[in-house]
């Protein structure tokens, strides 16, 4: 039974208790080893008796005690006392964030903001090491009397079971997210979930949900949408409203899928409240979203394009026939005499009459309206017939001059073909013609060598390669083609594929004195995960890395996990007192320095001649655990000392002085006699 006064491992005294919950009590205690007030939270004994439960608790508080961040409880020990289990915690001097909301309201946007970036922090801390917190609320949220805020009770609620849950819950399930509260996979995001409930609280003063059971409650948590902040309070800053909005997404893949993101959204909402840059993921809809093939989208990029070349060659033709119209409008016949000897040589296209009528049927589609002319209109006269009339001659002068026109771009067209085939190299290796579209094909994960070879059997020419590092393919293989597979593309396009020239490899630095925060985000901005593994260290200060493994300057890929060791500060080690009553002086000062405890000699007057020069009491009983290096005072009986006379002691008497010469006085003078 745990009461204020008593000792525990005569190292931490027990001074008032300081708060109670559904799986343990909290206790206020000075470490007299180190001289500090510590937070000892002692497990209530009928967890205790569940060994299951109490080998997760200990993993846990030990996971927690290796998370050292400025925004976190730091945890020191992990211990069991009487069959009593305890962990010892850093101790702040403060309230809970509950009762500093409790006691002022609706706190501003800018202090709770503020709380929420110092809160986030300490959660992200937590995640980096693969913590999952599972119990964010504001009664784990304590502001010290400086103002810092620390979160609480980190790898605590991982331990906790069904039954745990149904006793605690209360304070719990006006956090709790939608997936726990359905017994689901939690992760990172139900701890953003719950954070984000904690800044609605923050913000508006009030708690979204709230019901006449801790059912209700958690009910409304999976089935119902949280109020918006802006129901709740004026001009609501934008930013504020939709962050929270994310934050508290039924479906955790809408919500910050990392708490760095949302940090980053808290630190801009401070300089830009009223900007809208949140960023929400669209809501699924009940028809599945039908994704495109590449082969697909490329025919539709092709289709497409030739779409609007069809549209502008038909554009270029109504206009070149609105000039030539004009043209005519402007010169009568005489203007024509030019291409008089032109005309002799369009009659001799006249053998071409031979073909009847029916010969240009195919050509009745088009009319005047899609800017063609209509071959109908024209007499298929023999030579020698009558001339034709004056309007007809213009009619046919134009048509050669179209004619001509045509000629000259389908010349200039071939020629530039022709000279991109001469250019490619065409026939000759059997290789097909450069103008012809080839399919590509999918050459990723192949040998680079291997790559090119087959690319270059289906007729491609300008295939090159660009090296890049890669953490998960194969040096020497294809990561990546700029061509997506099933497009149709010209033989002498650039096909560029990107290969791997293996992991990227760099020296590990030297992170030996750092603190754990310091090498982590070192660590992290390189893009190399770490794991953290405590050891004590005489010469190594509390929370600063030891060594690393790999050492520093190893060479090292970005998929290396890198091992921190970071320190404990020295190991305490225990000793076991014993029983020095009836030892003489000497024999217990050897017996507490062969155990490295320290001897304090008192002295005791007895009245028992036996206990003369011997242990009579000891400040520790024997056989209790003490930390080496306690002072163990002994108590060494001696004999009682002897009174003193108590009646003074008689004077001397003093005898008169016998005067030389005579019994009288004067007889010393000269003559002997008295006159």
Do not use: W
């Not at 070149?320 to 040589?345: M, R, S």
């Not at 030892?583 to 007057?605: F, I, P």
């Amino acid at each position: 039974m745990i009461r204020v006064g008593m000792f525990i491992e005569d190292r931490y005294e027990i001074l008032e208790k300081i708060g109670s919950g559904g799986m343990s009590d909290v206790y206020k205690a000075k470490c007299h080893k180190l001289n500090r007030f510590v937070a000892i939270k002692f497990l209530k004994p009928e967890f205790c008796e569940d060994k299951n439960f109490v080998a997760k608790f200990q993993i846990e508080a030990q996971s927690a005690a290796a998370l050292l961040h400025p925004n976190v409880v730091s945890v020191y020990d992990v211990n069991e006392y009487e069959g009593v289990y305890y962990i010892v915690m850093e101790y702040v001097d403060g309230i809970t964030l509950k009762q500093y909301i409790d006691r002022n309201g609706r706190l501003p946007i800018k202090e709770a903001t503020s709380i929420a970036i110092q809160i986030g922090q300490g959660i992200e801390a937590a995640h980096n090491a693969n913590i999952i917190h599972r119990d964010i609320k504001p009664q784990n949220v304590l502001i010290s009397r400086e103002g810092k805020i620390k979160v609480t009770d980190f790898g605590i609620a991982r331990t906790t079971t069904a039954n745990t849950i149904s006793q605690d819950i209360l304070g719990s399930v006006h956090y709790i997210s939608p997936e726990q509260a359905r017994g689901g996979q939690v992760d990172e995001r139900s701890d953003i979930y719950s954070f984000g409930i904690v800044y609605y609280e923050m913000v508006t003063g009030a708690l979204p949900f709230d019901g006449d059971s801790t059912v209700s409650i958690a009910l409304k948590h999976i089935q119902e949408t949280v109020p918006p902040v802006s129901e709740l309070i004026n001009n609501a800053p934008t930013s504020i409203v939709r962050i929270i909005e994310k934050c508290t997404q039924k479906k955790p893949e809408r919500r910050y899928q990392k708490m760095s993101s949302l940090l980053a959204d808290l630190k801009t909402a401070l300089i830009s409240p009223n900007e809208d840059f949140v960023v929400l993921e669209p809501e699924a809809t009940e028809n599945a979203t039908i994704m495109m093939s590449a082969r697909d989208a490329q025919r539709l990029r092709e289709e497409g394009a030739q779409a609007n070349q069809r549209r502008i060659v038909r554009q270029q033709s109504a206009d070149e026939y609105e000039t030539f119209n004009e043209f005519d409008d402007a010169y009568d016949d005489d203007d024509y005499d030019e291409y008089d000897a032109y005309e002799d040589e369009y009659d001799d296209y006249d053998e071409y009459d031979d073909y009847d009528d029916d010969a240009y049927e195919e050509y009745d589609d088009y009319d005047d309206d899609d800017d063609f002319i209509d071959y109908e209109d024209y007499d298929k006269k023999k030579p020698g017939k009558k001339e034709k009339d004056p309007a007809r001659k213009k009619m046919d002068k134009i048509i050669l001059i179209c004619g001509i026109a045509v000629g000259i771009i389908i010349l200039v067209v071939l020629g530039v073909v022709g000279a991109k085939a001469l250019k490619g190299g065409c026939g000759g290796s059997g290789k097909r013609q450069q103008s012809e579209l080839i399919e590509m094909i999918n050459v990723k994960d192949m040998n680079f060598v291997d790559a090119k070879a087959k690319l270059e059997d289906l007729g491609f020419t300008n295939v090159e390669a660009e090296y890049v590092t890669s953490e998960t393919v194969e040096k020497g293989k294809v990561v990546k083609q700029n061509e997506a597979e099933g497009s149709r593309i010209a033989a002498d396009t650039k096909i560029v594929l990107q290969v791997s020239s293996g992991k990227e490899v760099l020296a590990l630095d030297n992170y030996v004195g750092k603190t754990q925060t310091e090498a982590q985000s070192a660590l992290k901005e390189l893009g190399i995960q770490s794991k953290i593994t405590t050891r004590y260290s005489d010469q190594v200060e509390t929370g600063k890395v030891i060594e690393t493994n790999p050492a520093a300057g190893s060479q090292i890929s970005k998929d290396t996990v890198v091992e921190l060791i970071v320190s404990r500060g020295p190991e305490v080690k225990n000793a076991t007192v014993p029983n020095l009553i009836g030892s003489t002086e000497a024999e217990a000062k050897s017996a507490l320095q062969d155990l490295k405890l320290n001897a304090q000699v008192e002295y005791r007057e007895t009245s028992s001649a036996a206990d003369y020069g011997r242990v009579v009491q000891q400040s520790h009983a024997a056989g209790s655990t003490v930390a080496e290096d306690t002072t163990i005072t002994i108590v060494i009986g001696v004999e009682p000392q002897t009174e003193p006379p108590t009646e003074p002691p008689t004077e001397p008497q003093t005898e008169p002085p016998t005067e030389p010469g005579g019994d009288e006085p004067g007889g010393d003078e000269p003559g002997g006699e008295e006159p």
